[in-house]
């Protein structure tokens, strides 16, 4: 995934890469070995657009977005990896290379409306490299590549390879955002037995053929946290408004001392 970012198309209820695009051409050719599409586009920030306007580079189509990475919190870069079962409890999510802060991101989809959607989370991170290679062993130990060449990250190496076992012990994070008709449901790893702290917040993006792109339209949202006796591990969130195609921000404290955060980008509405 480069500047252009690897938009997705939904085919055969599985998400395939319809294009993806970098200025250089190392990462072009990884791109080329590594995704399953004929449609790498290799040009500059600068010229990438225009061409596009003017009609000389043609995008596949695409259905959209699954999830949206904000680009200060998360820099998305590497690759797409799956769980298989061996390291937590987040089967069928995803795990994504970060590269500007060294660092794993994990990914939740679920479908809505027929369309995927979902929610990433910070992982892992203090590594001493730009992360991009993924890879599981078939015992269940991960691998991790590293490489900053050709752009600039965290960490005091150039490039690395670490091995992260599970130890067993499951932290404290969000496991999953769903959407609702009237919000959102919140899973934890693991029950608590009080209420939660959340505060919870929309904005979207000015997109535009420079690079990059600030938040825009900030909202702060008023909702209504309900914990589920039967599971409670779960919360039923209730906002005040639901904006479509905006990204939700999730920012969780228990205890106050512990913050975890979380990123829904709403593209459909629960109907």
């Not at 937590?88 to 970060?98: A, I, S």
């Not at 965290?154 to 490039?159: D, F, I, Q």
């Not at 009237?182 to 919870?200: H, R, Y």
Request: hydrophobic residues 35%; positive net charge.
């Amino acid at each position: 995934m480069g500047y252009g970012a690897g938009l997705s198309k939904v085919k055969d209820n599985s998400i395939e890469h319809a294009w993806a695009s970098d200025y250089d051409q190392d990462s072009c050719n990884t791109y080329k070995r590594n995704i399953k599409t004929k449609a790498i586009f290799c040009e500059k920030v600068e010229n990438f657009f225009n061409l596009v306007d003017k009609k000389k580079i043609i995008l596949p189509k695409f259905d959209c977005f699954a999830y949206g990475f904000p680009c200060n919190d998360f820099s998305n870069v590497g690759e797409h990896l799956g769980f298989k079962g061996k390291f937590g409890p987040f089967d069928g999510q995803l795990l994504v290379g970060e590269f500007t802060n060294s660092a794993i991101n994990r990914v939740f989809l679920e479908k809505v409306n027929g369309q995927y959607q979902g929610a990433c989370f910070p992982f892992m991170d203090g590594f001493p490299s730009a992360v991009l290679r993924l890879k599981f062993s078939p015992d269940g130990t991960f691998f991790v590549g590293m490489s900053n060449r050709g752009w600039s990250s965290l960490g005091n190496k150039s490039y690395g390879l670490q091995k992260v076992n599970f130890t067993g012990k499951v932290s404290l994070a969000i496991k999953e955002i769903r959407a609702t008709p009237t919000g959102f449901d919140l899973e934890l790893t693991k029950p608590v037995p009080n209420d939660i702290n959340l505060k919870l917040s929309s904005f979207t993006y000015r997109y535009s053929k420079s690079y990059g792109g600030p938040e825009i339209n900030k909202k702060s949202h008023k909702v209504e946290v309900v914990q589920n006796e039967a599971k409670p591990s779960t919360f039923s969130i209730h906002v005040d408004e639901l904006r479509q195609y905006y990204v939700y921000e999730f920012e969780v404290e228990y205890p106050p001392t512990h913050v975890m955060k979380g990123y829904y980008t709403l593209n459909s509405l629960v109907k």
